[in-house]
């Protein structure tokens, strides 16, 4: 059976293995497929960092402990796995889908599995990441277990299927390490003749609900999901994952002219953000209305599905989800950005000459120039029948850079990353550990004296922007954000509550309730979206104080972690460039136009930490 890229593509029944020397292999491949399975249960919410699964088996071929990353920041699959199994994990097998591999100095998945006392580790892949590739399968084997990667150490048919399910679910994870845009899929229903609206233009429905719920689920799973002009003017679409919180992607418009209408869904960004990409220069005007009202609108000098995916490849996408109509599907697919078709069939004909297809002009003239998919599934969705598969195949673990090792021998004087600028962005760079949402917890104290802890320091940050504010839902609000279970979560909460703050003027009395039951009414609202968290007044001193802010925690961070403190040192003479492109205030910006403060920030504290200044202020030394 094939894999497919999908949150329902595994499907094992209860795994009870025996040990059988005949039956190694079959063993390992089970438990590395089951590893795989609950790595997928996080898709969405990780990104843009790995999906990890851990399976520990007792000798006798049992399940002692499973865990799965849910986003990057909490625990790690590994030690969710560990306290499951406790003492039965004393001389087990651990089964990963990847090699563990996080921030510069994370060592908790390895720490785990040899303080548990796991005897040996199958690995299904190692780290795509070049920089952190082959690094724990070291460090484990230099603790005396047995560490066996699959296709290296362990070969056979059994095996490379169960290596191919390990590089399925961790597939735009690969491609980005191999290539300079995200990975694609095409999404589309149409009926059995192959159209995907009437001659009309009219297409809802075409597909059964259950299908349409599978939809919700594949877009619950992208970083973003993008559609032409011609999908908002006949459609006006919403672009929600509707799965009842948690992962909301984010929303694209590719449209060169800008002929859309003022008023759309896709507008609204309280809750999801949009994104519209145009041709520079295109209706100047609207491009302002449009960021009136919240919307982003990025310029190309040439817009084509190309160089639009090169870009959000450079704002750290990892998935992108294409809901098109056909013009700009078979764009996509001639400039080779698509990589997976999912084609939902109806078992309905409604013919039309005119009547839309789900691919335009390819410019083919003979069958034998179609494009094949590969690895192709078949499943029936209620009535529907969903057909999925490849268009390229997902690229192998090629190094694009050469090792450390290699770039030694070549010249012993040039060290890897070795830059008079050095960028920082996501865990994924070797300086990654630089940016505030590395999963490094920090004790600060809070505003009764006591200290608290915060996972990390965009947890900090994003909290303080309500600190002080005297307000019921204010104070929820960084109680929320203190217990967000990653950094992302966290940042999506703070940016979302400030989008819109009006004041909260309610007068109790006329309530005829006590201000504690108030709060629990208030809390309830929110829960069941009757109010919006976001109405809730940031304190005003904001922008005074937001880089102390950042500051503090972030000396805070450096001074209690040595090997941070260490590779901070170790970037004396180098300029820190915090890489996001969209940033302009904490970041560099696409083409250096950002303010750069998070990387000024860092040097400052670097200054400070070699006794170069004896400045201990946050914002002295910011004119760099």
């Known amino acids: 059976m094939a894999f497919s890229l999908g949150i329902n593509s595994f499907r094992f029944s209860p795994i009870i293995c025996y040990a059988n020397p005949n039956h190694f292999h079959s063993?390992?491949?089970?438990?590395?497929?089951?590893?795989?399975?609950?790595?997928?249960?996080?898709?969405?919410?990780?990104?843009?960092?790995?999906?990890?699964?851990?399976?520990?088996?007792?000798?006798?071929?049992?399940?002692?402990?499973?865990?799965?990353?849910?986003?990057?920041?909490?625990?790690?699959?590994?030690?969710?796995?560990?306290?499951?199994?406790?003492?039965?994990?004393?001389?087990?097998?651990?089964?990963?889908?990847?090699e563990p591999g996080d921030c510069h100095g994370d060592h908790t998945a390895v720490s785990a599995l040899v303080e548990a006392g796991i005897a040996r580790v199958v690995v299904g892949i190692r780290h795509p990441l070049r920089h952190l590739q082959g690094n724990a399968v070291r460090a484990l084997r230099s603790q005396g277990i047995q560490v066996d990667v699959l296709g290296e150490d362990l070969q056979s048919k059994i095996v490379e299927d169960a290596r191919k399910s390990c590089l399925l679910v961790n597939a735009p994870l690969i491609h980005r390490a191999t290539s300079r845009v995200p990975f694609s899929i095409l999404k589309y229903a149409m009926t059995l003749d192959g159209k995907i609206a009437a001659s009309t233009g009219h297409a809802a429905w075409i597909s059964s609900r259950k299908s349409r719920n599978r939809v919700f689920e594949l877009r619950g799973r992208s970083d973003a999901i993008i559609v032409g002009g011609n999908t908002v003017r006949r459609d006006n679409p919403r672009l929600t994952a509707r799965h009842g919180g948690g992962h909301m992607p984010m929303r694209i418009v590719m449209s060169q002219t800008l002929d859309l209408p003022e008023e759309a869904i896709l507008w609204d960004v309280s809750d999801v953000s949009t994104i519209v990409v145009t041709q520079r220069g295109a209706r100047r005007s609207f491009q302002k209305l449009l960021a009136s009202k919240g919307v982003e609108?990025?310029?190309?000098?040439?817009?084509?599905?190309?160089?639009?995916?090169?870009?959000?490849?450079?704002?750290?996408?990892?998935?992108?989800?294409?809901?098109?109509?056909?013009?700009?599907?078979?764009?996509?697919?001639?400039?080779?950005?698509?990589?997976?078709?999912?084609?939902?069939?109806?078992?309905?004909?409604?013919?039309?000459?005119?009547?839309?297809?789900?691919?335009?002009?390819?410019?083919?003239?003979?069958?034998?120039?179609a494009l094949d998919l590969i690895d192709v599934c078949y499943e029936q969705v209620g009535p529907d029948m969903l057909i999925s598969g490849f268009l390229q195949p997902i690229p192998e673990l090629t190094p694009v850079i050469p090792s450390e090792d290699e770039t030694f021998a070549i010249d012993p004087t040039v060290t890897p990353y070795e830059s008079s600028i050095i960028f920082f962005y996501k865990t994924w760079d070797p300086y990654g550990a630089f940016s505030?949402?590395?999963?490094?917890?920090?004790?600060?104290?809070?505003?009764?004296?006591?200290?608290?802890?915060?996972?990390?320091?965009?947890?900090?940050?994003?909290?303080?922007?309500?600190?002080?504010?005297?307000?019921?839902?204010?104070?929820d609000c960084i109680e929320k954000i203190k217990s967000a279970k990653s950094p992302e979560?966290?940042?999506?909460?703070?940016?979302?509550?400030?989008?819109?703050?009006?004041?909260?003027?309610?007068?109790?009395?006329?309530l005829g309730?006590?201000?504690?039951?108030?709060?629990?009414?208030?809390?309830?609202?929110?829960?069941?979206?009757?109010?919006?968290?976001?109405?809730?007044?940031?304190?005003?001193?904001?922008?005074?104080?937001?880089?102390?802010?950042?500051?503090?925690?972030?000396?805070?961070?450096?001074?209690?972690?040595?090997?941070?403190?260490?590779?901070?040192?170790?970037?004396?003479?180098?300029?820190?460039?915090?890489?996001?492109?969209?940033?302009?205030?904490?970041?560099?910006?696409?083409?250096?136009?950002g303010l750069n403060y998070l990387g000024r920030l860092l040097m400052q504290l670097r200054s400070e930490f070699l006794g170069e200044s004896s400045s201990s202020s946050g914002t002295t030394c910011l004119a760099l």
């Open 489 to 510: 979560e966290a940042a999506r909460m703070g940016r979302s509550m400030q989008r819109q703050c009006p004041n909260l003027d309610m007068d109790l009395g006329l």
């Open 297 to 369: 609108v990025v310029e190309f000098d040439v817009l084509n599905p190309r160089e639009v995916m090169e870009y959000f490849h450079d704002r750290g996408y990892l998935s992108i989800l294409w809901e098109c109509g056909g013009t700009l599907a078979a764009s996509a697919i001639s400039a080779g950005v698509i990589h997976k078709v999912f084609a939902f069939v109806a078992p309905k004909i409604i013919g039309g000459k005119s009547a839309p297809t789900p691919v335009g002009e390819l410019g083919m003239v003979e069958m034998s120039q």
């Open 436 to 475: 505030n949402f590395s999963p490094h917890p920090i004790q600060m104290f809070d505003s009764n004296g006591d200290y608290a802890t915060w996972s990390s320091v965009e947890h900090y940050y994003q909290a303080h922007k309500f600190l002080g504010v005297n307000d019921p839902v204010a104070k």
């Open 27 to 98: 063993n390992d491949a089970a438990f590395i497929k089951r590893a795989a399975e609950l790595a997928d249960k996080s898709a969405g919410f990780t990104s843009p960092h790995p999906n990890f699964g851990c399976v520990i088996a007792t000798p006798s071929g049992n399940v002692a402990g499973e865990g799965y990353l849910y986003a990057q920041g909490t625990k790690p699959a590994e030690i969710q796995a560990v306290e499951v199994a406790a003492g039965s994990s004393k001389g087990a097998t651990a089964y990963l889908n990847m």
């Open 513 to 593: 309730t006590s201000i504690a039951h108030f709060e629990s009414l208030i809390l309830l609202a929110i829960c069941w979206k009757l109010i919006s968290p976001c109405d809730v007044q940031v304190r005003s001193d904001w922008d005074n104080v937001k880089i102390d802010v950042m500051y503090k925690a972030l000396k805070r961070k450096f001074s209690i972690y040595p090997h941070l403190n260490s590779m901070l040192l170790s970037t004396a003479g180098s300029v820190l460039v915090e890489a996001s492109p969209h940033d302009l205030f904490w970041g560099g910006g696409r083409e250096g136009e």
